[in-house]
């Protein structure tokens, strides 16, 4: 299925996806009969075979410190082809299981023919390799006789000595959503010189028609490439969609049923095609998407808005030789949902280590082994942003050299399909864990959005939650640093909202390349923060699901701002007997009310942590905000000019959200006794799949929410 914006290259088709590689058997086998064993032996190797590795296993040797690997290529008769080589050194901080040793040997030419052996070592002595056992790699996947399956990018059909160019990436990209019905590439931006950035939208047995469809099937998203010069991960995310495109194995078939996959192979194109780390203006993206100053940080941040993924990876390459093979880290910002934060952390310390561990891949938090100043709390990394923005997520890092325990990749080649092989490892166990574990998914996002539009507890303007460090020899054994906030960046007493003037919301603005600058306005609407307009300014409440966000880039303590806003703090608190009439701009925190609530024509309210006994009627108001609040009576929000925000908020009454002209109104996580009817809004209401409990019927544009 194909998006007619994606520019289509045919003509290069014929000469750059051709596949070169045949399919070969998948499990190895014993060379011939053991012998009898040596003093300090290793001893049970078997070697099983997976997508671009092959996972070796042994029976550990009592007082070995460290085991080598040695690979030697062999033609069918067994007959050595080239010199046997040590490719890999095991140590016990691999894996969590460290008894049951296993090592994912990689960069190699899949598909070619290999003998294993392994040997123990006490310090530096050598002890005698194991018996030797072969097996035949796997090629790359897809029939190379099958039209879909045959497609290759350029990194393969070079053998890895070329990365895929902007231009094969497009023309690849083009030709699976031309030969699958299961894929639909769709542009969402362009780069600072006008590259498109392309995203594969990938779904069984056809991917959602629309942004809001998508959503509603809780998508994953992963972004291959933000700095030009790291590409593995993407090589690894266009090989992944080819797979995901065309397999028809049960476990494919069943991920493609429950979710859609979003891929952004390269955000960062321009600096691709200049092999930089920055875009062409030299920023670098990965921190600019808080701030979305660049085109393409927009684009990505945008489409986060409208297509929601509930989970992400961002694939990376980091220097560190004498790191893991696969450094990880959640969101740290402890702005950050606490719910998010473990999430994201299960989903490393509890699958992607136990996995790594039985396939054997070394992977660990970022910065460990001598990492550095690394993984810290700075929102303009997308880490942290997509954990602001309430999305389970990860950072992945390859490691950039092979450094002592790989040390066969002095060959470029070798390297290079180790890092993207391992990356594809990643990318399929993200898929898996997604699959398995949607419902805590699911639940820790909820949770999030309405602790987030509830307003509730400090603000910390920079800083991390800690990792904690796992008992040596651990792949958790040394975590990233502390990275504690700082009194001076904390505010206790949060606001209730941003007030923004009109020179400072919609004003010219000097940061950006020249040409595609933005305002303040059209960041915060890709960002899909809710705006009040207001007789003299632009209200931005905090009652939102993005609430530990804003602050980094409205308050004066930001320590990247987009503008000093004014904090707006509430209004009411505390018990109010009577009817409350309000007609200018209300905003109550933890309020008592008891009697009737009028929201005056124009006018704005924001209650959060309140009690209302006696109804809540606002008609043609500015904004209405109504957030981890109780209602004992019936709700009716109507006319509004501006935003409707009902988040957690209990109702023991009908609610009706009708004829509201703004954006459409979101009302999620809310406990209804009586009926829910909504009818005649300009966008219809939105629940950002959270959905409301109602006991009585749910009518109109509210009967799905």
């Known amino acids: 299925m194909r998006d007619r914006r994606t520019t289509v290259f045919s003509v290069l088709l014929a000469a750059t996806l051709a596949a070169t590689v045949a399919p070969a058997p998948a499990l190895a086998q014993p060379a011939g009969v053991a012998a009898q064993a040596e003093p300090n032996q290793v001893q049970n190797l078997t070697v099983v075979q997976g997508d671009g590795y092959a996972t070796l296993a042994w029976t550990p040797v009592d007082g070995a410190t460290d085991y080598q690997i040695e690979r030697t290529p062999i033609a069918a008769d067994g007959s050595a082809t080239g010199p046997a080589v040590i490719t890999g050194v095991w140590r016990p901080n691999r894996q969590i299981n460290n008894e049951s040793p296993t090592f994912a040997d990689a960069g190699y030419n899949p598909g070619a023919r290999f003998q294993w052996r392994v040997r123990a070592r006490f310090g530096t002595t050598v002890q005698p390799y194991s018996e030797p056992v072969s097996g035949t790699t796997l090629a790359p996947w897809g029939d190379p006789n099958v039209p879909g399956e045959n497609l290759r990018t350029q990194w393969e059909t070079t053998l890895a000595a070329q990365y895929t160019s902007d231009v094969n990436e497009y023309a690849y990209t083009a030709a699976l959503d031309e030969a699958s019905d299961r894929v639909r590439v769709t542009e969402i931006g362009k780069t600072a010189l006008g590259r498109p950035i392309n995203m594969l939208v990938i779904g069984y047995p056809t991917p959602a028609a629309t942004p809001e469809a998508v959503a509603a099937t809780s998508p994953v998203m992963v972004n291959c490439n933000v700095h030009g010069n790291e590409p593995g991960d993407r090589e690894a995310c266009l090989i992944m969609a080819r797979k995901l495109a065309f397999s028809n194995d049960a476990r494919t078939i069943d991920l493609l049923s429950h979710t859609t996959v979003l891929i952004v192979p390269t955000i960062n194109g321009d600096g691709r095609a200049a092999n930089t780390r920055g875009n062409s203006t030299g920023q670098d993206l990965n921190r600019d998407y ?90 303009t990394i997308l880490r942290n942003t997509a954990g602001l923005k309430n999305v389970v997520n990860s950072l992945l890092e390859l490691r950039s050299s092979g450094g002592t325990t790989r040390p066969d990749e002095g060959n470029t080649a070798n390297n290079r399909r180790r890092k993207s092989y391992s990356a594809l490892w990643t990318f399929n166990q993200f898929l898996d864990y997604h699959r398995a574990n949607l419902k805590e998914i699911t639940t820790a996002r909820a949770d999030a959005i309405t602790f987030q539009a509830s307003n509730t507890g400090r603000i910390v303007f920079r800083g991390s939650r800690p990792i904690v460090a796992h008992p040596a020899p651990h792949p958790g054994e040394a975590p990233p640093p502390l990275d504690a906030p700082k009194d001076n960046l904390i505010l206790d007493n949060a606001p209730c909202a941003y007030k923004l003037t009109e020179e400072q919301y919609h004003g010219a603005r000097t940061d950006g390349p020249d040409g595609l600058r933005t305002t303040v306005a059209e960041r915060l609407a890709a960002h899909g923060w809710q705006v009040v307009k207001t007789a003299d300014g632009y209200v931005v409440p905090l009652a ?11 308050d004066g303590l930001g320590v990247e701002k987009l503008v ?26 933890d ?24 109804p809540v009627e606002a008609t043609g108001a500015a904004g209405v905000f109504l957030t981890d609040s109780k209602v004992v009576g019936p709700v009716r929000v109507t006319g509004t000019t501006g935003p409707v925000v009902v988040v957690d908020t209990t109702v023991e009454g009908p609610v009706v959200v009708s004829d ?15 009926p829910l009817e909504c009818t005649g809004n300009a966008a219809a209401p939105v629940n950002i799949e959270v959905a409301n409990s109602v006991q009585g019927p749910k009518r109109d544009q509210c009967a799905s929410l």
């Open 290 to 379: 808080s701030l979305i100053r660049q085109p393409e940080t927009f684009a990505l941040v945008n489409m986060m808005r409208q297509y929601r993924p509930v989970a992400s990876y961002d694939g990376h390459e980091y220097g560190n030789s004498s790191a893991g093979d696969l450094p990880m880290l959640p969101p740290r910002h402890q702005n950050v949902a606490q719910s998010i934060f473990d999430e994201s952390q299960h989903m490393i310390e509890g699958h992607m280590y136990t996995q790594g561990a039985k396939d054997g891949w070394w992977a660990c938090p970022y910065g460990c082994n001598g990492g550095g100043n690394v993984g810290l709390s700075e929102e």
């Open 544 to 554: 939102q699901p993005e609430r530990g966000l804003i602050p980094l880039l409205l």
């Open 564 to 589: 000093d806003g004014e904090r707006v703090y509430p209004t009411l608190t505390g018990k109010h007997n009577g009817k409350l009439v309000i007609s200018g701009f209300a905003c109550l925190k």
């Open 591 to 614: 309020a008592t009310v008891t009697g009737p609530v009028r929201v005056q024509p124009g006018a704005t309210l924001i209650a959060t942590g309140s009690t209302f006994t006696g």
């Open 660 to 674: 509201n002209r703004g954006n459409a109104p979101l009302v999620a996580a809310n406990t209804v006794t009586g």
